[in-house]
């Protein structure tokens, strides 16, 4: 925590902040709010795109599973007159 009681976590948005600006000339809170609601958007957008990627590679491996299954399942049925498996 900072001397005046404001972490880094975003709190120079904070009324606290604001009641302090006046006491403190040599820090631009305007900005650093800025830089910090800025970085949260950031780490909001990577967790969505982590869990978008996850959810991605899931559905690809289930694919992959059930297209094993199809190819094991009509080897062994004798039947040739299906259309062949697309890519």
């Known amino acids: 925590m900072g001397s005046f009681g404001i ?3 975003g709190e120079t ?3 606290a902040a604001q009641e302090i600006q006046e006491q403190v000339t040599n820090v631009d809170f305007d900005r650093y709010c800025t830089i910090q609601t800025s970085s949260w958007y950031a780490g909001l957008a990577n967790v969505a795109s982590g869990f978008i990627s996850a959810v991605i590679l899931l559905m ?3 694919r992959v599973r059930s297209k094993k299954r199809a190819l094991k399942q009509r080897s062994t049925e004798g039947h040739t007159n299906y259309e062949p498996l697309r890519s």
């Open 13 to 15: 948005c904070s009324p």
């Open 7 to 9: 972490s880094g976590g």
């Open 60 to 62: 690809a491996l289930l």
